[in-house]
C-alpha cells in the first residue's frame, strides 16, 4: 500500500468549522468538504478572484492574488490556488460568501463512503495465495542404466513426489524442447503448469527453462471495457502489482455503445475488425505495462481477462448478432482457457488467457469478476453490486442467494446527453454548490483549470445541489420566480449558466438546461427503478440492504449525498457504502493470484439468476415514478425528504 498523505487541521472563521485535509489540496476543496460555500465560477484557475480568503495562522503555498506582491495582501489569498502545507485558521470574508437576508452561507456536509482496499497480503492471510499458472524448480537425477525412465516420465515423477502435483499433461511444444532443455541446464528446470481449477484435474505442462526461473513468473490482468482497456502487470512470485496502464479502446471510432459495435460486426469483415482493434487495444496495455517493468514479454505466463458480454464475443470473434435481438442469446457465458497466440496477442507462445464468464447477453464477465473480487459471494450480509455507467448492472444477494439484471441507462453518468457533458478529463467540472439567494456558485474543476464542461459525477453533485437549494424543483424545472440572475432562455428553454465566456477553458458560456436535467433524471430513474425492481421479484424492499458496493469509473467518483439526494442510490447509512473502484479490473487481480477465486467463480455464476427488466411488468412502473427528485414516494427517502420539504415540497402522486 502507498504511504498515506500528510493531513493538517483547517479552521474556518467565522463559523469555526474544523477538519482534516490531505497535503497540497486547495483551501476552496477544503471549504467544500467542509460544508462551506465561496463564490468562484473558473473552476479554481484563479481567474475570476471571488474567492478572496484571509490566512489568520499558519501559511500556504500560492494563492497570490494577481497584481500582488505577499508583503501587501494582509494574508489575503485566493482560495482556489492556495495549497495547504501546514495547519492553517482561514477567515471567509462577507464578499465571498454574500450573505444576506440572515441566511448562512453553509452547505450540506458530505458524507463518504468506505474505500474497498486489496492487497496481497490480505490474500495470503486469507489462506487463498494460489496462483493459477505456477512454476516450479526441478533438480532431477540424469538417466541411468538402472533408471532409464523418458524424459518426460521424469518430470511427472518428480512433481508427483516432490509437489504433489498430479495427472500432469505434456503439452507437444514442450515435448518437442524437453530433451534439449534438459541438458542444457544439466537436468535443472524450471517448469511452468497451468493449474487445474478442479479436484482430480489435469496440471498441463506449458513450458520448461534451463535453470532456476522461480523469481521471473508474470501474468497479466486485463479489464476489457467498452470504451477504456486497463490492466496491471503482476509478479506471481510476489504476488505484487509491478505497473499499471490503461487505453482507449480502438472500436470506440465505430460507436460508443455496444450495440454499434455489434451492428458493425455484422457488416462483412466486421467481426473480424473488432476483433482485431480489440487485441490491438490490449497489446498496447502490454507494451506499456512491459516498458514500466523490468519484465520481459516471454516471461509473460497468464493473462487473466474480463469483460461485458459482448466485449468478450467480439475478443473471441465470436458472432454476436443474437446479443440484441429477443429472447437476446449469446454464443456461450463460459470460455475455456485460451492460448494467447490463438488470440494474436503480444505474449509468448506458452502463454494461457483465461476469461471470467458471462451471465446473459446484458451482464457479463466484468459484473461477475466485481461480484468475485468484492467479496459479495462470501458474505451474509444482503449486498446490493451496481456497477453504473452507460448500462447500469446490478446484482443483489449473499452467499446464499444472488439475481442480477441489466438496464440502459444512457450516457449523462460519462458526460454524454447534455450541452456540454464531458468525460472526466482536465479542465471537467467536477463539484459544485450555489448560494440560495444570490444563485452565485462554487465549482472546482479537474486539476484546477478554466472550465470546459459538466462529467458525470459533477452532473450528479449540480443537478443534487440546484434541487437541494430549490433552484430546481421535483420535477426538475428551474423556479424562475427566484429572479437567478444566471436564469435565461436559451434554444432548448431555460438554463442556468454555470460560468460565463470570459471565466471559462472554451470561450463559451457553460450552462446547464432543462433538457439536460431531462436527460439526467431518465438516467438515474433507470438506475433506481432496477435496483428497486429487482427487490420487488424477491420480496425484499430497500430497507432491508445492508451494504451497497459501488463500482465503476462512475462509482469511483460518486458523491454519495448527491447520489441519494436526487434518488439515483437506496438512502442507506454511509458506513454501509463500500467503493470498489474498477471491480471488474479487481477481480481479474484477484482470480491472477488464486485458483481458488477461479474455483469459486463457476459455482457463483451457476447460482445467479438473471432478470430480463423489459419482460417484468412492474419495472415501468417503477421507472416513471422515479423520473421525479428524488421519486414520488418520499418515503423512501426520509432524510431527503425532511431536508428538502421547506424548499421543494413534495412531488405530486
Not at 541411468?144 to 518430470?155: E, F, L, Q, T, V
Not at 513426489?161 to 528446470?189: C, N, Q, T, W
Not at 461480484?371 to 443483489?396: A, R, W
Not at 479537474?446 to 452532473?459: M, V
Amino acid at each position: 500500500m502507498a504511504e498515506k498523505t500528510a493531513e493538517f487541521t483547517v479552521t474556518f472563521l467565522p463559523s469555526g468549522r474544523r477538519l482534516e485535509v490531505e497535503e497540497g489540496e486547495s483551501l476552496i476543496f477544503a471549504a467544500r468538504q467542509a460544508g462551506i460555500h465561496i463564490n468562484a465560477s473558473c473552476g479554481g484557475s484563479g481567474v475570476c478572484g471571488k474567492c478572496r480568503v484571509v490566512v489568520e495562522e499558519g501559511e500556504v503555498s500560492g494563492g497570490l492574488p494577481q497584481g500582488l506582491e505577499e508583503v501587501a495582501t494582509g494574508g489575503v489569498r485566493q482560495a482556489c490556488t492556495a495549497l495547504l502545507s501546514g495547519d492553517v485558521t482561514v477567515r471567509i470574508p462577507e464578499e465571498s460568501m454574500v450573505r444576506k437576508g440572515g441566511l448562512t452561507s453553509e452547505i450540506p456536509v458530505r458524507n463518504r463512503a468506505a474505500i474497498h482496499y486489496y492487497d496481497i497480503e490480505d490474500v495470503r492471510e486469507a489462506g487463498l495465495y494460489w496462483p493459477p499458472v505456477e512454476k516450479f524448480y526441478l533438480e532431477l537425477e540424469p538417466p541411468a542404466a538402472a533408471d532409464n525412465i523418458s524424459d518426460g516420465a521424469r518430470i511427472v515423477r518428480h512433481l508427483r513426489e516432490h509437489y504433489d502435483v498430479h495427472r500432469v499433461v505434456i503439452s507437444l511444444p514442450v515435448m518437442r524442447k524437453i530433451r534439449r532443455v534438459l541438458r542444457e541446464g544439466a537436468f535443472k528446470v524450471t517448469v511452468t503448469i497451468a493449474k487445474t481449477i478442479r479436484e482430480g484435474g489435469k496440471n498441463y505442462v506449458l513450458n520448461i527453462q534451463a535453470g532456476n526461473w522461480l523469481q521471473r513468473n508474470f501474468a497479466l490482468a486485463v479489464d476489457l471495457g467498452t470504451t477504456t482497456v486497463y490492466g496491471v502487470l503482476l509478479d506471481l512470485y510476489t504476488g505484487k502489482v509491478l505497473s499499471r496502464s490503461a487505453e482507449y479502446n480502438q472500436q470506440i471510432s465505430y460507436g460508443e455503445d455496444v450495440i454499434s459495435r455489434i451492428i458493425q460486426a455484422e457488416k462483412p469483415k466486421g467481426l473480424e475488425l473488432m476483433q482485431e482493434l480489440a487485441v490491438s487495444s490490449i497489446n498496447k496495455v502490454i507494451d506499456d505495462l512491459l516498458r514500466k517493468s523490468d519484465a520481459e514479454p516471454d516471461e509473460l505466463t497468464s493473462l487473466t481477462l474480463a469483460g461485458n458480454t459482448i466485449m468478450t464475443h467480439l475478443l473471441l470473434e465470436l458472432e454476436p448478432h443474437n446479443i440484441r435481438r429477443s429472447p437476446y442469446v449469446p454464443v456461450n457465458t463460459f470460455f475455456p482457457p485460451i492460448r494467447a497466440r490463438d488470440l494474436k496477442l503480444d505474449m509468448p507462445d506458452h502463454a494461457v488467457v483465461m476469461l471470467y464468464p458471462a451471465i446473459s447477453s446484458y451482464v457479463g464477465g466484468d459484473i461477475v469478476a466485481g461480484v468475485m473480487g468484492s467479496g459479495m459471494y462470501l458474505t451474509d450480509k444482503l449486498s446490493l453490486f451496481i456497477d453504473i455507467g452507460t448500462n447500469g448492472e446490478i446484482v443483489i444477494g449473499n452467499r446464499e442467494w444472488l439475481v442480477c439484471s441489466a438496464c440502459s441507462a444512457g450516457p449523462a453518468f460519462e458526460g454524454g446527453g447534455i450541452s456540454h457533458g464531458m468525460r472526466a478529463a482536465v479542465g471537467a467540472i467536477r463539484d459544485f454548490s450555489i448560494h440560495p439567494v444570490t444563485c452565485e456558485p462554487m465549482i472546482i474543476t479537474i486539476g484546477n483549470k478554466p472550465p470546459l464542461g459538466i462529467c458525470g459525477s459533477g452532473l450528479l453533485i449540480i443537478v443534487a445541489a440546484l434541487f437541494e437549494s430549490g433552484v430546481v424543483d421535483h420535477r426538475g424545472k428551474f423556479d424562475r420566480s427566484l429572479g437567478c440572475p444566471r436564469f435565461r432562455e436559451g434554444r432548448d428553454g431555460y438554463e442556468y449558466v454555470l460560468v460565463w465566456d470570459s471565466e471559462s477553458g472554451t470561450g463559451s458560456d457553460i450552462f446547464l438546461t432543462e433538457v439536460d436535467i431531462e436527460n439526467f433524471l431518465r438516467a438515474k430513474a433507470a438506475i433506481f427503478a432496477g435496483v428497486k425492481t429487482l427487490l420487488e421479484e424477491v420480496g425484499l424492499t430497500v430497507n432491508d440492504l445492508e451494504q451497497v458496493i459501488l463500482a465503476g469509473t462512475f462509482g469511483s467518483f460518486l458523491d454519495l449525498d448527491s447520489a441519494m439526494t436526487v434518488g439515483l442510490l437506496p438512502e442507506v447509512e454511509p458506513e454501509k457504502v463500500l467503493y470498489v473502484g474498477n471491480g471488474s479490473l479487481m477481480g481479474c487481480w484477484m482470480s491472477g493470484v488464486s485458483n481458488h477465486i477461479r474455483r469459486h467463480v463457476v459455482e457463483v455464476v451457476r447460482r445467479i439468476t438473471n432478470f430480463e427488466l423489459s419482460e417484468v411488468a412492474g419495472f415501468k412502473d417503477q421507472y416513471v415514478a422515479s423520473m421525479f427528485l428524488p421519486h414520488t414516494d418520499l418515503s423512501l427517502f426520509p432524510a431527503a425528504a425532511e431536508r428538502l420539504q421547506p424548499v421543494s415540497g413534495r412531488p405530486e402522486e
